[in-house]
């Protein structure tokens, strides 16, 4: 039996799962468990995906948030379920909470295998010697092994002392659910019908500082002010949303910025069947599943360094930029609009090949893999 644990579960978590409950090793020998059943680790937000289809989920606290509920709590309560269901390997959701020690912690007492699940960088945060010092005991007694997100993630974790395996693709999302989706929406929709710009740049996300949002709106003013004639649509909500639109108004881009709000999955298909390209500006992204999403869509990405997602995924299909070298985004915002529908369309196809590798199917292999070896 394998148990995958994370905090609360959005549509690429059940993704993954339902690829683990198919892989033919592991097919009727998978448990979800969701800790929290109300607002998860983004506060304010539930992003929780309700509808389960039948997979083997449960969740420990139904009703409760995951900022209102003390960490002791649902270390006890997932302590409690790990002896029920008495899993031998146990997929862990980082190392930096309570319940994910509890259950790594579980798996080594229980001599059963314990992987870590982890998409952290060097680069993510300031790092402080005695934090490190700290993280490289938990990492070397309490993990086998782990399943990042890429090349800088399994990088740190070497850092951090893991003597075990260290596999790749665990940030993966429904690539299909994408594909089928926006070609479906680019057959049978009529962008004007729906609202949206002739030509526009794509940003999903929430809007909150480490995005750069407002970054991302200076270089889009200044592409607009040299010419630029595409506009700008931003979807997401978050707490910067009031400053943003004002700062929209007094920079006059009104008419070429649209804030598209909080949108479901199914509803982003429309956004990203029709943008131009995607951009992902952030200051700071262990990851950034949206731009997996964009290129299963077949769009061009533009993606700052500071995603950790970005020496994995942009390769010859968009462009990477440093956030806060003046003029860099901007750049790539001009390159990409003067390129002809062949070009874009080149780089959007190069943008599904490479995610083709970064699939549910092939994060259940990987987990067989670990799953596979003796401890």
Same mark, same amino acid.
């Given at each position: 039996?394998?148990?995958?644990?994370?905090?609360?579960?959005?549509?690429?978590?059940?993704? %993954?799962?339902?690829?683990?409950?198919?892989?033919?090793?592991?097919?009727?020998?998978?448990? @979800?468990?969701?800790?929290?059943?109300?607002?998860?680790?983004?506060?304010?937000? $539930?992003?929780?995906?309700?509808?389960?289809?039948?997979?083997?989920?449960?969740?420990?606290?139904?009703?409760?948030?995951?900022?209102?509920?003390? #960490? +002791?709590?649902?270390?006890?309560?997932?302590?409690?379920?790990?002896?029920?269901?008495?899993?031998?390997?146990?997929?862990?959701? *980082? &190392?930096?909470?309570? +319940?994910?020690?509890?259950?790594?912690?579980?798996?080594?007492?229980?001599? %059963?295998?314990?992987?870590?699940?982890?998409?952290?960088? %060097?680069?993510?945060?300031?790092?402080?010697?005695?934090?490190?010092?700290?993280?490289?005991?938990?990492?070397?007694?309490?993990?086998?092994?782990? !399943?990042?997100?890429?090349? +800088?993630?399994?990088? &740190?974790?070497? #850092?951090?002392?893991?003597?075990?395996?260290?596999?790749?693709?665990?940030?993966?999302?429904?690539?299909?659910? &994408?594909?089928?989706?926006?070609?479906?929406?680019? %057959?049978?929709?009529?962008?004007?019908?729906?609202?949206?710009?002739?030509?526009?740049?794509?940003?999903?996300?929430?809007?909150?500082?480490?995005?750069?949002?407002? @970054?991302? !709106?200076?270089?889009?003013?200044?592409?607009?002010?040299?010419?630029?004639?595409?506009?700008?649509?931003?979807? *997401?909500?978050?707490?910067?949303?009031?400053?943003?639109?004002?700062?929209?108004?007094?920079?006059?881009?009104?008419?070429?910025?649209?804030?598209?709000?909080?949108?479901?999955?199914?509803?982003?298909?429309? &956004?990203?069947?029709?943008?131009?390209?995607?951009?992902?500006?952030?200051?700071?992204? +262990?990851? @950034?599943?949206?731009?997996?999403?964009?290129?299963?869509?077949?769009?061009?990405?533009?993606? $700052?360094?500071?995603?950790?997602?970005?020496?994995?995924?942009?390769?010859?299909?968009?462009?990477?930029?440093?956030?806060?070298?003046?003029?860099?985004?901007?750049?790539?915002?001009?390159?990409? $609009?003067?390129?002809?529908?062949?070009?874009?369309?080149?780089? *959007?196809?190069? $943008?599904?090949?490479?995610?083709?590798?970064?699939?549910?199917?092939?994060?259940?292999?990987?987990?067989?893999?670990?799953? @596979?070896?003796?401890?």
């Amino acid at each position: 039996m394998v148990a995958v644990i994370w905090t609360d579960w959005y549509a690429y978590h059940l993704a %993954r799962l339902r690829a683990l409950t198919e892989h033919d090793r592991l097919r009727g020998a998978v448990v @979800g468990i969701e800790l929290v059943g109300g607002c998860g680790v983004h506060a304010g937000f $539930s992003f929780r995906a309700a509808e389960r289809g039948g997979l083997p989920v449960v969740t420990l606290l139904p009703s409760a948030d995951w900022r209102k509920t003390l #960490e +002791p709590r649902l270390a006890v309560a997932l302590w409690r379920k790990l002896d029920e269901a008495n899993p031998s390997v146990v997929l862990v959701p *980082g &190392y930096h909470t309570l +319940p994910a020690l509890c259950a790594a912690l579980w798996a080594r007492l229980h001599r %059963r295998r314990s992987v870590l699940m982890s998409e952290t960088t %060097r680069a993510d945060h300031r790092r402080v010697w005695w934090k490190e010092f700290v993280k490289r005991q938990i990492v070397r007694v309490l993990f086998d092994s782990a !399943i990042a997100g890429g090349k +800088p993630h399994a990088r &740190y974790l070497g #850092e951090l002392g893991l003597h075990g395996p260290i596999r790749r693709a665990y940030d993966v999302v429904d690539n299909d659910f &994408y594909a089928e989706g926006t070609a479906e929406a680019r %057959r049978t929709l009529d962008r004007s019908q729906l609202g949206l710009p002739d030509d526009y740049f794509l940003f999903v996300g929430r809007l909150a500082s480490e995005k750069n949002v407002a @970054g991302l !709106i200076a270089a889009f003013a200044d592409y607009r002010a040299g010419g630029g004639t595409a506009s700008l649509v931003l979807c *997401g909500d978050g707490p910067l949303r009031g400053r943003l639109m004002a700062r929209v108004e007094r920079d006059g881009l009104a008419d070429c910025v649209r804030f598209a709000g909080l949108r479901t999955a199914a509803e982003l298909l429309p &956004y990203y069947a029709f943008a131009r390209a995607f951009v992902l500006p952030s200051t700071r992204e +262990p990851w @950034g599943l949206v731009v997996n999403e964009a290129m299963a869509s077949g769009l061009p990405v533009v993606v $700052s360094n500071r995603c950790g997602c970005a020496e994995d995924l942009v390769r010859g299909n968009g462009f990477v930029f440093d956030p806060e070298a003046q003029g860099e985004l901007c750049s790539c915002l001009r390159k990409l $609009s003067a390129m002809s529908a062949e070009e874009l369309q080149d780089m *959007g196809n190069r $943008s599904k090949a490479i995610i083709a590798q970064y699939s549910p199917e092939i994060w259940a292999s990987e987990v067989a893999h670990l799953a @596979g070896q003796r401890c």
